[in-house]
């Protein structure tokens, strides 16, 4: 029988007005995988938070044994010397620093205040192979992408003679072959001896390694699971306290005439101006439908959207955009959102959101006319109306004044979609809505697009996760390598039909696409 590396008690963590964590308990067996899953703001983050130091030892009531032995952590660096290490889901890595540099940042390969080089990239690139990444240790950590950058966080936390890796969504913005990737590493560090712990919303994917798994709601421990009583639904009944019989609300959709139209359209790369990025595509979205994209990472989905909106992207953009059947300038944001078109960015943290004003600031920044008389904010109307968004999306928090930067995933990605609404627009482009989402919050935001849909405004949603858009949209187009290959209403589309129209490649043209 494996013995206990890691068991919490009783841990209770209390912020101002919110009680975080409630008398929860944990037990990790060494060399094992666990994996911790719960809603957004059930406590998951914070409970790791208080085992690494991050919230040091009087911050919070309960106890750590570690090993046997009681710890008091007052900083990370603290549980780091016993081998407890935490990669959070902001990569916490350097962009202008070289891999090897990233690798040994604060751990520095040092004698008498001077850095060994040769010693620092030897032992980086020994590490780097441990995690499969083959990079050169000078490699500057902005010339290499998501899926790599979390391999070199990996090797970071190596450098520190691990035993215990916490990893909180280490998946949430890779490409379905680089998470496969690096579950198959998780799987050979457990081969190694080395136990994880990993907070994961992919249900799939915790079902995959996970050998135990505990839910956590509204800050208490629900239940463990053991290996042969993990299933989907078991852990959506602990996570929401209910069923989801259906993932996905129902919607019969009332689909009326073209509102949106692009033609031809056509960008090239910002920093490389002769590479064309998006190859003459022609879409349309009509009043009350819900329109996906598919593609694979890198298929220039998420450059379309943006170049769309206000030229956000690219250089030497041409084509044609239509509402109503009439051209419209949508040359900058602000005439696009005149026009009525609204962009959800995947990115709600950097573009998204100002996370460290309140709710209330956030939900009114893309409207500030609808709440101004003459120029001048009216605080109350502002007041009046973040209410009500606040209550239309369901957002959890203590008031409209709390920060956006201290609100969960989810909730932040609804004062996103709650600004957006309240600029009013007719077609609204969603970018991988549920990124690092529960299923609890999942359903919420699918109810949001139902609704809108059925109040006649057009929806594009692009989304990396094939069940979600067959779950969703009415049509589905399907990109790749800059260009629509594929085009199936989704009654008649399958994962098969979408990755076939993939591999096929080619731009086909619009009467054989749902072939």
Same mark, same amino acid.
């Given at each position: 029988?494996?013995?206990?590396?890691?068991?919490?008690?009783?841990?209770?963590?209390?912020?101002?007005?919110?009680?975080?964590?409630?008398?929860?308990?944990?037990?990790?067996?060494?060399?094992?995988?666990?994996?911790?899953?719960?809603?957004?703001?059930?406590?998951?983050?914070?409970?790791?938070?208080?085992?690494?130091?991050?919230?040091?030892?009087?911050?919070?009531?309960?106890?750590?044994?570690?090993?046997?032995?009681?710890?008091?952590?007052?900083?990370?660096?603290?549980?780091?010397?016993?081998?407890?290490?935490?990669?959070?889901?902001?990569?916490?890595?350097?962009?202008?620093?070289?891999?090897?540099?990233?690798?040994?940042?604060?751990?520095?390969?040092?004698?008498?205040?001077?850095?060994?080089?040769?010693?620092?990239?030897?032992?980086?690139?020994?590490?780097?192979?441990?995690?499969?990444?083959?990079?050169?240790?000078?490699?500057?950590?902005?010339?290499?992408?998501?899926?790599?950058?979390?391999?070199?966080?990996?090797?970071?936390?190596?450098?520190?003679?691990?035993?215990?890796?916490?990893?909180?969504?280490?998946?949430?913005?890779?490409?379905?072959?680089?998470?496969?990737?690096?579950?198959?590493?998780? &799987?050979?560090?457990? !081969? *190694?001896? =080395?136990?994880? $712990?990993? #907070?994961?919303?992919?249900?799939? /994917? +915790?079902?995959?390694? %996970?050998?135990?798994?505990?839910?956590?709601?509204?800050?208490?421990?629900?239940?463990?699971?053991?290996?042969?009583?993990?299933?989907?639904?078991?852990?959506?009944?602990?996570?929401?306290?209910?069923?989801?019989?259906?993932?996905?609300?129902?919607?019969?959709?009332?689909?009326?005439?073209?509102?949106?139209?692009?033609?031809?359209?056509?960008?090239?790369?910002? &920093?490389?101006?002769? !590479? *064309?990025? =998006?190859?003459? $595509?022609? #879409?349309?979205?009509?009043?009350? /439908? +819900?329109?996906?994209? %598919?593609?694979?990472?890198?298929?220039?989905?998420?450059?379309?959207?943006?170049?769309?909106?206000?030229?956000?992207?690219?250089?030497?953009?041409?084509?044609?955009?239509?509402?109503?059947?009439?051209?419209?300038?949508?040359?900058?944001?602000?005439?696009?959102?005149?026009?009525?078109?609204?962009?959800?960015?995947?990115?709600?943290?950097?573009?998204?959101?100002? &996370?460290?004003?309140?709710?209330?600031?956030?939900?009114?920044?893309?409207?500030?006319?609808?709440?101004?008389?003459?120029?001048?904010?009216?605080?109350?109307?502002?007041?009046?109306?973040?209410?009500?968004?606040?209550?239309?999306?369901?957002?959890?928090?203590?008031?409209?004044?709390?920060?956006?930067?201290?609100?969960?995933?989810?909730?932040?990605?609804?004062?996103?979609?709650?600004?957006?609404?309240?600029?009013?627009?007719?077609?609204?482009?969603?970018?991988?809505?549920?990124?690092?989402?529960?299923?609890?919050?999942?359903?919420?935001?699918?109810?949001?697009?139902?609704?809108?849909?059925?109040?006649?405004?057009?929806?594009?949603?692009?989304?990396?996760?094939?069940?979600?858009?067959?779950?969703?949209?009415?049509?589905?187009?399907?990109?790749?390598?800059?260009?629509?290959?594929?085009?199936?209403?989704?009654?008649?589309?399958?994962?098969?039909?979408?990755?076939?129209?993939?591999?096929?490649?080619?731009?086909?043209?619009?009467?054989?696409?749902?072939?």
């Amino acid at each position: 029988m494996a013995s206990t590396i890691l068991e919490m008690r009783d841990i209770t963590k209390t912020f101002p007005g919110v009680k975080a964590l409630s008398n929860v308990n944990l037990r990790v067996e060494e060399g094992e995988i666990h994996a911790i899953v719960g809603e957004n703001g059930a406590g998951k983050s914070t409970l790791m938070k208080v085992l690494s130091g991050v919230y040091p030892t009087g911050t919070y009531e309960g106890q750590i044994l570690y090993s046997g032995q009681e710890c008091h952590f007052r900083g990370i660096h603290d549980s780091e010397k016993l081998g407890i290490v935490i990669i959070h889901q902001e990569l916490a890595l350097v962009p202008m620093l070289s891999i090897a540099e990233n690798v040994f940042l604060g751990n520095e390969n040092a004698k008498a205040g001077v850095i060994d080089w040769e010693l620092t990239e030897s032992r980086t690139a020994a590490l780097l192979e441990k995690v499969g990444l083959r990079e050169d240790p000078r490699t500057l950590i902005t010339d290499i992408g998501t899926g790599k950058q979390q391999l070199v966080e990996i090797a970071k936390a190596l450098a520190k003679d691990v035993k215990l890796l916490i990893l909180d969504e280490p998946t949430a913005s890779l490409s379905e072959k680089d998470s496969q990737a690096l579950l198959d590493l998780l &799987l050979e560090f457990k !081969r *190694q001896g =080395i136990t994880s $712990i990993l #907070i994961s919303h992919k249900l799939n /994917e +915790v079902k995959r390694v %996970a050998d135990r798994v505990t839910v956590i709601r509204d800050g208490r421990t629900i239940e463990t699971l053991d290996r042969d009583e993990i299933t989907e639904d078991r852990i959506i009944t602990s996570m929401v306290g209910r069923a989801l019989d259906d993932r996905y609300p129902p919607r019969e959709p009332k689909i009326g005439k073209v509102i949106f139209e692009v033609k031809n359209w056509s960008v090239y790369h910002p &920093l490389h101006s002769d !590479r *064309q990025v =998006i190859k003459g $595509i022609d #879409i349309e979205v009509r009043e009350g /439908e +819900v329109v996906g994209i %598919a593609g694979l990472m890198g298929a220039g989905r998420t450059e379309f959207a943006m170049s769309l909106f206000g030229r956000s992207y690219g250089l030497n953009i041409t084509g044609e955009v239509l509402l109503d059947g009439r051209p419209v300038d949508v040359s900058t944001v602000g005439k696009a959102v005149e026009h009525g078109i609204a962009y959800v960015t995947e990115d709600r943290k950097t573009y998204g959101l100002n &996370l460290i004003d309140h709710i209330k600031h956030n939900i009114s920044l893309a409207n500030l006319k609808g709440v101004s008389r003459h120029g001048v904010i009216d605080d109350l109307r502002e007041l009046d109306v973040a209410n009500d968004y606040c209550r239309k999306t369901s957002i959890r928090a203590s008031s409209v004044y709390q920060l956006t930067g201290n609100l969960s995933g989810g909730n932040q990605q609804k004062v996103v979609l709650s600004k957006w609404l309240f600029a009013n627009p007719r077609l609204l482009i969603l970018d991988e809505p549920t990124r690092g989402i529960d299923v609890g919050a999942k359903y919420e935001i699918y109810t949001i697009i139902a609704r809108l849909a059925a109040e006649g405004r057009a929806i594009i949603v692009i989304s990396s996760e094939m069940p979600e858009l067959l779950g969703i949209t009415d049509r589905i187009y399907v990109m790749n390598e800059g260009r629509m290959v594929g085009e199936m209403p989704t009654a008649e589309a399958s994962q098969e039909k979408i990755m076939r129209a993939i591999v096929r490649g080619e731009s086909i043209p619009r009467g054989e696409m749902a072939s």
